[in-house]
């Protein structure tokens, strides 16, 4: 279960990859974090399916991270007569509240609130964007609209508003139920939907209750905005940009991709490079060249992790999606290019401790070339702190809480062991080169850099930096 390659793979389970059999070869082929999308099927297939990586867990005694993803608000049309009807360019339509079928000249909207927000001018998109109307009038249930795109409108079609800040909780009824049993369970991450501003995190904040690391997606130009505040807030970020390309124009998402990253980077938050990144391979064996770039250029950004939606869910190869995912990963990371374009941005080192000799630790290593960082760590800020400065030694991180051992699974350069707290200096240096040496990460005579804080097992007291050799 080593990997030869800093950045992490997020693998999406679904119907083709949800026996204990599949959990287990995805997580041999690169597999570093499972995400359970409750958008898709129960809550007991998610219970099972959560059970299923618990137990490869134990079995391989490495610590696999678990993210829960919750649906958030799920914008239709209603019902359409026979079936849907065709929109020409140029003919005008209605939206309305009225819940009889959809023909030719109206259909039902039964989101009051999108009607409320919505004022001339303002585009209406549907089908992912594929049919487009520009609002020309609306009343108190109803928006009269120019069809500037035309196409076949059918069923509970998706609803999309640009450039429009919903009045809308990113928590409906589905997801606080879901979000209390995927605490129950003890997932590791959640992952918030429909976020549009920094408010939106407060509710997430307060149910989860320190449970569960929170991840904000970015979906929405509106959260485009506030992204810096958005970073600030959460404990991680997912760049989700397939429902992004859909309401912002496709040529300027790679360019909110990489600020995404870069933020993150500067305040040492995880970010992970989600939706499309192997498409073609949900129903083909190879991708195309256009998306190992893809998945290249995240990795040259310096993303933490990069993440296999309907590839690994319900794709025909969702084993050799992971394993094609984990290839170019490790090729990208050979790149000599690659250390010039990942250190192209520095976080500065804040004026604390911690920071101190995390960057230390970083800048020591490479100058007497160790082989590994090893960081002990309570409540995986040190670990953080550590792949911030993206070093180029792998970093092990050493936990008595296998909670945080499980949330930073997810982490950059990160590989994460659960062990009893130490006590004294003799034993940090003793059990950092024992578990490395038996991680298979270094042998007896190479170099390591340890940090450590002292009082040993107090969270957020990092203050000890030492050099080694393995026993």
């Known amino acids: 279960m080593r990997r030869d390659r800093k950045a992490k793979i997020v693998a999406t389970l679904g119907p083709a990859s949800s026996t204990p059999v599949m959990i287990k070869r995805l997580a041999e082929a690169g597999a570093d974090v499972f995400r359970l999308n409750f958008s898709h099927g129960t809550q007991e297939e998610q219970k099972e399916r959560l059970h299923a990586i618990r137990l490869l867990e134990h079995k391989v ?166 992204l810096a505040e958005l970073v600030e807030l959460s404990d991680g970020i997912m760049a989700a940009r397939g429902d992004l390309g859909v309401e912002m124009p496709p040529e300027v998402v790679p360019r909110w991709q990489k600020e995404m990253v870069r933020l993150c980077r500067l305040h040492g938050k995880p970010v992970v490079v989600a939706t499309q990144m192997l498409e ?45 995912m984990d290839r170019i990963i490790a090729a990208t990371e050979r790149d000599p290019l690659y250390k010039a374009l990942v250190h192209a941005v520095k976080p500065p080192v804040e004026s604390s401790a911690p920071d101190a000799i995390s960057a230390a630790a970083a800048q020591v290593a490479e100058t007497i070339g160790a082989t590994l960082i090893v960081s002990y760590t309570t409540s995986g800020s040190t670990a953080l702190r550590a792949a911030r400065e993206r070093p180029a030694s792998p970093i092990l991180v050493l936990t008595s809480n296998l909670s945080t051992a499980r949330r930073l699974a997810i982490l950059w350069g990160a590989h994460c062991v659960a062990t009893a707290d130490i006590h004294s200096f003799r034993e940090m240096a003793e059990k950092a ?39």
């Not at 108190?140 to 409108?153: H, I, P, Q, W």
């Not at 990460?441 to 050099?467: C, E, H, M, Q, Y």
């Open 61 to 226: 005694r490495r610590p696999l991270g678990v993210l829960m993803d919750l649906q958030g608000p799920k914008l239709r049309v209603g019902k359409m007569a026979e079936g849907g009807v065709e929109l020409k360019r140029g003919q005008p339509y209605r939206f309305d509240l009225d819940k009889t079928p959809g023909d030719g000249k109206r259909a039902p909207l039964p989101h009051k609130e999108i009607i409320q927000a919505l004022k001339p001018g303002d585009d209406l998109l549907l089908d992912d964007g594929r049919i487009r109307l520009r609002v020309e009038k609306k009343g108190k249930d109803y928006v009269v609209g120019e069809v500037a795109v035309g196409g076949l409108l059918t069923d509970r079609k998706g609803v999309n508003v640009p450039g429009v800040v919903l009045p809308l909780t990113p928590l409906t009824a589905k997801d606080r139920a879901d979000l209390a049993y995927g605490l129950e369970l003890g997932v590791d991450w959640v992952a918030l939907s429909f976020v549009q501003r920094p408010e939106d995190l407060a509710e997430a904040r307060r149910l989860i209750g320190g449970r569960a690391a929170l991840i904000s997606k970015i979906e929405k130009p509106a959260a485009i905005e506030h």
């Open 433 to 471: 080169g024992r578990i490395a040496a038996s991680e298979g990460l270094a042998k007896a005579g190479d170099k390591i850099v340890i940090t450590a804080g002292v009082p040993f097992g107090t969270p957020g007291s990092t203050n000890v930096l030492r050099i080694d050799r393995v026993k």
């Open 280 to 324: 073609s391979m949900v129903n083909a064996p190879q991708p195309t060249r256009a998306e190992a770039s893809d998945v290249a250029t995240a990795i040259y950004d310096g993303a933490d992790a990069v993440m296999l939606s309907a590839e690994s869910a319900s794709g025909k190869f969702p084993v050799e999606a992971v394993a094609m």
